[in-house]
């Protein structure tokens, strides 16, 4: 009970870590070495051949993410620009396509602001979501780069899933404004 109540402290904590102290505070916090922390990361994570086998269906779209996973909106506008464009092209020369798409890491409100829908825009992302429940509407193509997206996971229940899909759960986190705008 008290690891559930500490977690959105941490959480907190470590989002509004610069990426330079985010990689040291992760280690010296769980007290593990840098290979350790990679090792951990790579057992959890697709490989880079999983990834391309993925790439080439048709119904899988491969996006962008950053390379640190960092809370952008606590970061200076030439790390961002750095995390997601080398990001991007590092996807890039993995799967040999164009990576059009990007997903703001968190994707809260408070993780990404104009600043950073202006650098997505800059870097040629067609869209970026945030991890913000809402349909897409007409107007939506507007505002791509802050679109938002259904959050699935552990806790998704059949009878939520069916909310998500008939559009209940957008009204009942955004009321009845058809775009959440930045």
Same mark, same amino acid.
Request: aromatic fraction near 10%; charged fraction near 35%; hydrophobic fraction near 30%.
């Given at each position: 009970e008290e690891a559930v109540r500490m977690f959105p402290f941490i959480r907190n904590k470590i989002k509004n870590?610069?990426?330079? #102290?985010?990689?040291?505070?992760i280690k010296k916090s769980f007290d593990v070495s840098e290979d350790y922390l990679?090792?951990?990361? /790579?057992?959890?994570s697709l490989t880079w051949e999983e990834i391309r086998q993925l790439s080439k269906e048709s119904l899988v779209t491969i996006g962008a993410h950053t390379l640190n996973h960092i809370s952008l909106a606590n970061q200076k506008a030439?790390? +961002?620009? #750095?995390?997601? +464009? /080398?990001?991007?092209?590092?996807?890039? /020369?993995?799967v040999q396509q164009t990576v059009n798409h990007f997903a703001y890491p968190y994707g809260g409100f408070e993780d990404a602001?104009?600043?950073?829908?202006? +650098?997505?825009?800059? +870097?040629?992302?067609?869209t970026a979501v945030l991890n913000h429940p809402g349909n897409i509407f007409y107007g939506s193509k507007y505002f791509t780069e802050c679109l938002p997206r259904m959050p699935l996971g552990n806790i998704t229940t059949e009878e939520r899933l069916n909310y998500i899909i008939n559009g209940i759960d957008h009204y009942r986190n955004n009321g009845f404004h058809r775009i959440v705008k930045y």
């Open positions: 870590l610069d990426r330079d #102290e985010f990689r040291e505070t990679q090792a951990t990361c /790579n057992a959890h030439e790390i +961002i620009f #750095e995390e997601m +464009i /080398n990001s991007k092209s590092e996807i890039e /020369n993995y602001h104009k600043r950073e829908y202006t +650098i997505a825009k800059q +870097i040629g992302f067609k």
